[in-house]
Each structure stands twice: as C-alpha cells, then as structure tokens.
C-alpha cells in the first residue's frame, strides 16, 4: 500500500513560507559575492560620520529579517492571489537593495549607485504604503528600512560629491 501524499499542516505550510521569505530577504546580500574588495572604498574620501564597517552586518540582519515578516504578513492575508500588488512591489524594491552593492562596490559608480538608491528609496516608501494598507504591522516593519536607506542615500550622495 502506498503513503498517501502528506500536505503540510496550516502552521506548517506558514512556517516554510515565513523561511521563505527570510531567505529571499538575506539573498539580497549574496550580491556581494560578485564584489571584489580592494582598497578602492579605503581610498575614497569619506565624511567623518561614515559608520565604521562592522555595523553593517548587524544593521542589515535586522532589517532582513524585519524585512522577512512583514512580507509575509502582507502574504498571509490572501497569498499572491490576494496580495500581488504590494508583494511585487516588496520584489522590485528587493532587486534594487540587491543590485546597489555591485554598483557601488564593484563597478565604483558613485552617481549610477546615487540614482539607483533614489530608486530603492521610493520602491520602498511606495511598499510601506502598500504594505499600510494590508497590514499596519508589517507597514511599520520596513519603517526602520526606510530610515537606513535614507541614512545611506545621504552617504552615497557625500561620498560622491567628495570623490566627483
């Protein structure tokens, strides 16, 4: 007799798609692999309140995860179905986080890497509202995103015009 076919339960099925989420959210970062660090960002000038480079790690983990949950609070209330406005802006906003690093790092286009984050920074103000109005939670979940992100726009622009 064969085993028939076990469908994950409820809690299960959140589970898996909740780790799903975590690890898109923190694919995002493997983009660096493709970055080769030289001495190029050692050389540039950089304003005295640049973070030191330690922070980044802890500060992107969180918002990775803080990231994670609030998509899939906006997926559990109907899935793509229901939610595939405010999910495929979450996306577009992903690939432009994903896609800064290797522009900024490994390709050192300070201006492209400048219009690039304006672009990151509106998808992820346009998902926040989205996000708001599926699920004030997982709104305020990509509040502190946005707040980096602006730190970092404002980084990347005095960075630029201190090496332009």
């Given amino acids: 007799m064969q085993n028939p076919v076990r469908y994950p339960t409820f809690v299960g099925r959140q589970i898996i798609v909740f780790i799903g989420w975590l690890v898109l959210c923190f694919a995002a970062a493997t983009s660096a692999v493709f970055v080769?660090?030289?001495?190029?960002?050692?050389?540039l000038n950089k304003p005295s309140w640049?973070?030191?480079?330690?922070?980044?790690?802890?500060?992107?983990s969180l918002l990775y995860?803080?990231?994670?949950?609030?998509?899939?609070?906006?997926?559990?209330?109907?899935?793509?179905?229901?939610?595939?406005?405010?999910?495929?802006?979450?996306?577009v906003q992903w690939l432009l986080n994903a896609l800064w690093?290797?522009?900024?790092?490994?390709?050192?286009?300070?201006?492209?890497?400048?219009?690039?984050i304006v672009l990151l920074w509106?998808?992820?103000?346009?998902?926040?509202?989205?996000?708001?109005?599926?699920s004030k939670?997982?709104?305020?979940?990509?509040v502190p995103y946005l707040a980096w992100v602006s730190f970092a726009t404002f980084l990347n622009f005095t960075i630029w015009r201190l090496n332009g």
């Fill in 50 to 60: 640049n973070p030191p480079s330690w922070l980044f790690g802890p500060v992107w």
């Fill in 137 to 142: 939670p997982a709104g305020w979940l990509l």
């Fill in 122 to 134: 509106l998808a992820i103000a346009a998902t926040i509202h989205a996000f708001w109005r599926v």
């Fill in 65 to 91: 995860i803080m990231m994670a949950v609030a998509a899939w609070l906006v997926w559990r209330k109907g899935g793509w179905a229901a939610q595939r406005w405010p999910l495929s802006l979450f996306l």
């Fill in 36 to 43: 080769s660090v030289d001495g190029w960002y050692t050389t």
């Fill in 101 to 116: 690093t290797p522009l900024f790092f490994g390709m050192h286009q300070l201006g492209a890497s400048l219009v690039e």
